[in-house]
């Protein structure tokens, strides 16, 4: 079983940056692919990032190629998004989502466990 737990979401400018964490309970996090996806309103939820256990593996969604970075630290059992130019229709809630594997996987249905989420609102 493993718990998560979002934080640092907010409101930011377009253009602004924001970093998400998600803290993992548990003595196994390092055997977890860890995922970020987001929910924007009436929307379906979508794939954001994803990182492998060993942490040299990564996914991007195209919408965020090239502006956020999925990076883990296993010591620490957290996994984070820097999210950099962000945009407005990056607006949405932000979860974590893990699941024990070692290929990528960016369909939400593969994650057996997620957070609760975070708000994460670009304003212009």
């Known amino acids: 079983q493993v718990q998560l737990v979002e934080s640092g979401g907010g409101l930011v400018q377009a253009g602004g940056s924001l970093r998400l964490s998600c803290a993992a309970s548990g003595r196994t996090f390092s055997s977890y692919a860890m995922a970020w996806f987001r929910q924007a309103p009436g929307e379906e939820r979508e794939f954001v990032a994803v990182?492998?256990?060993?942490?040299?593996?990564?996914r991007y969604a195209d919408s965020v190629k090239g502006r956020f970075t999925i990076f883990r630290d296993n010591a620490k059992n957290t996994v984070y998004l820097q999210m950099n130019s962000l945009k407005l229709e990056d607006t949405a809630v932000y979860y974590c989502?893990?699941?024990?594997?070692?290929?990528?996987?960016?369909?939400?249905?593969?994650?057996?466990?997620w957070g609760q989420g975070t708000q994460v609102t670009v304003s212009s």
């Open positions: 989502a893990a699941e024990v594997s070692v290929v990528v996987s960016t369909t939400a249905s593969d994650y057996d466990y």
């Open positions: 990182i492998l256990r060993s942490g040299g593996i990564t």
